[in-house]
């Protein structure tokens, strides 16, 4: 079992930056990969970016490539989610998710735990 609290949201405006954090409950977390997804009002949860258990690997949407950057911190049960150059287009809720296997996971069905989410709003 994983339990999962993100943090880090907050109001900010457009060309600004915000570092998500999402810290993991359970000893097994540096087992899982993470990912973060976002999902704006009226619109389906979509993927924004992934990180393998290790960190060696990682994988972003191309909406967010060259902007955001995921990493994490094994020693510390966390996942981030560095965000630049925010757009009106990226306010949504995001969540941070963590699924039972090693490498890159891109689909929100192959999670096996989601946060609470946390809410970014970028005005314009």
């Known amino acids: 079992q994983v339990q999962l609290v993100e943090s880090g949201g907050g109001l900010v405006q457009a060309e600004g930056s915000l570092r998500l954090s999402c810290a993991a409950s359970?000893?097994?977390?540096?087992?899982?990969?993470m990912g973060w997804f976002r999902q704006a009002p009226g619109k389906e949860r979509e993927f924004v970016a992934a990180?393998?258990?290790?960190?060696?690997?990682?994988y972003y949407a191309d909406s967010v490539k060259g902007r955001f950057t995921i990493s994490r911190d094994n020693a510390k049960n966390t996942v981030y989610l560095q965000m630049n150059s925010l757009k009106p287009e990226d306010t949504a809720v995001y969540y941070c998710?963590?699924?039972?296997?090693?490498?890159?996971?891109?689909?929100?069905?192959?999670?096996?735990?989601w946060g609470q989410g946390t809410q970014v709003t970028v005005s314009s």
């Open positions: 990180i393998s258990w290790s960190g060696g690997s990682t």
């Open positions: 998710a963590a699924a039972g296997r090693g490498g890159i996971v891109v689909s929100k069905g192959e999670y096996d735990y």
């Open positions: 359970g000893r097994t977390f540096s087992s899982y990969a």
